[in-house]
């Protein structure tokens, strides 16, 4: 099937797609800011830039779109009808690149959580799997 939009259509759109400061990160910002938790933002210097930092404890969170990181039995994971085979190869690769970091920050000594865009949807569930990530000294991973 064709695509519906000109490239320089599609372009546009795609350009706009931004990796930072999206609605689920900014959720879980203002919760745990709010809760009183400190963190750092996007550490360049840690595999995979994670979004939420919080060095004292040596934790790390990423707050991931279910489509575009393809969290496993979610009704938002589907992968568009045009140009298929684009979007399992570019979803694959964000698959493996995640597990590569999180194996990565593990081995360094970080230990980390996951939050998935899905699960802000009951925002007091996912209040308590973060709060007991960060308070409890045990690791803890997805």
Do not use: Q
């Not at 689920?24 to 995979?48: F, I, K, N, Q, T």
């Not at 990181?69 to 979007?87: K, L, M, Q, S």
């Amino acid at each position: 099937m064709a695509d519906t939009v000109s490239p320089e259509a599609r372009s546009r759109i795609m350009a706009r797609v931004k990796s930072k400061g999206m609605k689920p990160e900014m959720r879980v910002r203002r919760l745990l800011h709010g809760l009183g938790y400190r963190y750092r933002l996007h550490r360049a210097d840690l595999p995979g830039r994670p979004d939420l930092v919080f060095p004292s404890r040596r934790k790390v969170i990423f707050v991931n779109g279910c489509f575009w990181h393809r969290h496993d039995g979610c009704p938002r994971v589907r992968i568009p009808a045009t140009n298929t085979e684009y979007w399992v190869t570019k979803l694959e690769r964000n698959y493996i690149r995640d597990a590569r970091n999180i194996s990565a920050l593990e081995y360094l000594g970080w230990t980390t959580l996951t939050v998935w865009e899905c699960e802000l949807s009951d925002l007091s569930a996912a209040t308590d799997r973060m709060v007991a990530f960060l308070d409890d000294s045990a690791p803890t991973t997805p």
